[in-house]
């Protein structure tokens, strides 16, 4: 995560965002340490090769975190293959289905298994990301909630689990929607745009110290911030270094190939 940046003055235009669905293919990168970060790839020859699933451990496999393996993954006969939509694997059990692939399920009466169904799950198995989206015990059931107030106010274990979506504040889960809803400099870190899309985009935050407010990252400081060891990680594998050297290049989007060009907009 981008450490706070203590800034007493700022004076920018542009505002960054990272969008989730533009994730670094490992043909992108040119930076070896990029490459070796990223457990699903290889640095072969002076260059990054994909290893297209084959060969990857268990945990690699079936990975949830920032990396995403599991989107295109699927683990199978004891081997990690690429993934071809839960309803491809013939299983009648649950837990055979759910070791294929986090997104994957087992439902009584089906002939394999099936993508996760929030109002087909019990109360117990929320939270879960599923076919429908972010899915959560509303009204007494498993179902998709459209924005964090419909958590409700007293439920703070579920509101906490939506961190970067929803925000616990005075009794209440919030919908985020701007970096000024974070009050104190500890809190001031991401926000993710859309609830309703598990690919989603990420709006960076910092505390202004000289106003002491949390407000959302500009490029001019984004630019500054990321360094060859940093890139990639701080911006949740959107960017890449340029060069295969430390000490020359600069952090390039991974969806256009320039600086900072995911997306930027001007402030009017």
Not at 14 to 24: M, P
């Amino acid at each position: 995560m981008l450490p706070i940046l203590i800034l007493f003055a700022i004076c920018q235009s542009k505002l960054v965002q990272f969008n989730r669905n533009n994730l670094c293919q490992c043909s992108q990168f040119v930076y070896e340490s990029d490459c070796n970060f990223n457990d699903y790839c290889a640095w072969t020859d002076f260059k990054c090769i994909d290893n297209k699933c084959q060969g990857l451990q268990q945990r690699v496999c079936l990975d949830t975190s920032e990396n995403n393996n599991y989107l295109f993954c699927a683990w199978n006969n004891n081997q990690c293959s690429e993934f071809r939509g839960c309803e491809y694997y013939k299983y009648k059990d649950k837990l055979l289905c759910q070791q294929v692939n986090a997104q994957c399920t087992y439902y009584d009466g089906d002939d394999q298994c099936s993508i996760k169904q929030c109002q087909k799950e019990e109360k117990q198995s929320c939270p879960i990301i599923a076919a429908e989206g972010i899915c959560f015990v509303y009204d007494g059931q498993c179902q998709k909630i459209e924005k964090c107030e419909d958590i409700g106010k007293a439920d703070l274990v579920q509101c906490l689990t939506l961190a970067g979506y929803c925000l616990y504040q005075a009794g209440q889960c919030k919908t985020l929607i701007s970096c000024s809803q974070f009050i104190q400099p500890e809190d001031c870190s991401y926000y993710n745009s859309n609830l309703k899309n598990f690919r989603h985009t990420i709006n960076l935050c910092y505390w202004n110290y000289k106003n002491g407010q949390c407000e959302q990252i500009t490029d001019g400081i984004l630019s500054l911030s990321l360094t060859p060891e940093t890139c990639l990680t701080d911006s949740f594998h959107t960017y890449h270094w340029s060069t295969n050297n430390n000490q020359k290049g600069e952090c390039i989007s991974c969806a256009y190939g320039y600086l900072l060009g995911i997306i930027l907009y001007i402030i009017v």
